[in-house]
């Protein structure tokens, strides 16, 4: 195969690697693209070109992770990843392991992890490199990669279990979630809440979000229901998707722009976490983005008006 060819063939397993790494759609193609550029320009072929380029994306977006940790540390609000609407790489035998690892409450233990961990960890319980390879990717030897592992596993396991509701049944909940969220209706969407239910949003203080987290079933509830309706009056729709592997919804104004992506994290046969990307530099990917604050205004200027 040519060079082309070659790198064509694998570009799914290094987006894939990059993004869990890294949580951004548009850092983990940069990342692939540099990785090309690397490749193109060496003067000899390495033996193993799967190797050769997985140790060249992951020192890349360790590099970008390491800077980007400053950024992040001074983010305003909770930082959420930027949503992926479908995993480009697949692999029957590790299939539980790369649905789970790109949900975004993985993504959100990830973040917890130091750049070394979480690296290591995506490359030896993710995508089951051997240790060798996961040594010379980061640059440290096997016993030192099988302590980051030891003490990643542990951090990963202790904040969350794994996905335990087969696809059709998170499915099948999600939408009476979003059959009730359209009606209004407080008792429906409280029963398929979990009692400690929590609602966060990432605007990143680019867009209009929640002062703080909402928790608890009846205050969860109480509150989409006093919102959406209000929404679907300004014209906002959503349409169901699957995000970061579990079930969610893209949100738009009546333009069709972006206004928000929502992901419902379901354990238990009930959901656990409502996650809201509403900061613009996370959806172009997604589609053309909306104002966020136009939006807001005109919902607020809607609740003022006398009925």
């Given at each position: 195969m040519s060079k082309v060819e070659e790198f064509e063939e694998l570009r799914p397993l290094l987006f894939s690697i990059a993004y869990r790494i890294l949580g951004s759609v548009s850092e983990a193609e940069d990342a692939v693209q540099e990785t090309w550029l690397r490749y193109d320009g060496t003067t000899t072929r390495p033996t193993s070109p799967k190797a050769y380029l997985s140790t060249t994306v992951t020192r890349i977006a360790l590099d970008v992770l390491r800077s980007a940790r400053v950024r992040r540390e001074q983010y305003v609000g909770p930082w959420f990843p930027e949503p992926l609407l479908s995993d480009p790489y697949e692999d029957p035998a590790r299939a539980m392991e790369l649905a789970?690892?790109?949900?975004?409450?993985?993504?959100?233990?990830?973040?917890?992890?130091?750049?070394?961990?979480?690296?290591?960890?995506?490359?030896?319980?993710?995508?089951?490199?051997?240790?060798d390879e996961v040594a010379a990717a980061v640059g440290r030897s096997e016993a030192a990669c099988r302590q980051l592992v030891v003490r990643a596993r542990r951090h990963m396991r202790d904040g969350r279990p794994r996905f335990e509701a087969p696809r059709e049944e998170r499915e099948e909940l999600a939408s009476r979630f979003f059959d009730a969220l359209?009606?209004?209706?407080?008792?429906?969407?409280?029963?398929?809440?979990?009692?400690?239910?929590?609602?966060?949003?990432?605007?990143?203080?680019?867009?209009?979000q929640l002062a703080r987290t909402v928790v608890g079933a009846e205050n969860v509830a109480r509150l989409l229901a006093s919102v959406f309706p209000?929404?679907?009056?300004?014209?906002?729709?959503?349409?169901?998707?699957?995000?970061?592997?579990?079930?969610?919804?893209?949100?738009?104004?009546?333009?069709?722009?972006?206004?928000?992506?929502?992901?419902?994290?379901?354990?238990?046969?009930?959901?656990?976490?409502?996650?809201?990307?509403?900061?613009?530099?996370?959806?172009?990917?997604?589609?053309?983005?909306?104002?966020?604050?136009?939006?807001?205004?005109?919902?607020?200027?809607?609740?003022?008006?006398?009925?």
């Amino acid at each position: 195969m040519s060079k082309v060819e070659e790198f064509e063939e694998l570009r799914p397993l290094l987006f894939s690697i990059a993004y869990r790494i890294l949580g951004s759609v548009s850092e983990a193609e940069d990342a692939v693209q540099e990785t090309w550029l690397r490749y193109d320009g060496t003067t000899t072929r390495p033996t193993s070109p799967k190797a050769y380029l997985s140790t060249t994306v992951t020192r890349i977006a360790l590099d970008v992770l390491r800077s980007a940790r400053v950024r992040r540390e001074q983010y305003v609000g909770p930082w959420f990843p930027e949503p992926l609407l479908s995993d480009p790489y697949e692999d029957p035998a590790r299939a539980m392991e790369l649905a789970d690892s790109v949900s975004m409450a993985a993504l959100v233990l990830l973040e917890r992890l130091s750049p070394l961990e979480r690296a290591v960890f995506v490359l030896r319980e993710v995508f089951g490199f051997e240790f060798d390879e996961v040594a010379a990717a980061v640059g440290r030897s096997e016993a030192a990669c099988r302590q980051l592992v030891v003490r990643a596993r542990r951090h990963m396991r202790d904040g969350r279990p794994r996905f335990e509701a087969p696809r059709e049944e998170r499915e099948e909940l999600a939408s009476r979630f979003f059959d009730a969220l359209r009606e209004g209706d407080v008792a429906s969407l409280q029963d398929l809440l979990a009692a400690d239910v929590s609602m966060a949003g990432d605007g990143g203080g680019k867009a209009p979000q929640l002062a703080r987290t909402v928790v608890g079933a009846e205050n969860v509830a109480r509150l989409l229901a006093s919102v959406f309706p209000w929404m679907a009056r300004i014209d906002v729709t959503f349409e169901l998707h699957e995000i970061n592997g579990e079930p969610g919804a893209i949100f738009r104004e009546r333009e069709g722009g972006v206004l928000t992506v929502m992901v419902l994290d379901v354990l238990g046969g009930r959901i656990r976490a409502i996650r809201s990307v509403i900061n613009p530099d996370k959806l172009a990917h997604v589609g053309p983005v909306a104002d966020a604050w136009a939006v807001d205004r005109e919902l607020r200027r809607l609740r003022r008006q006398p009925h």
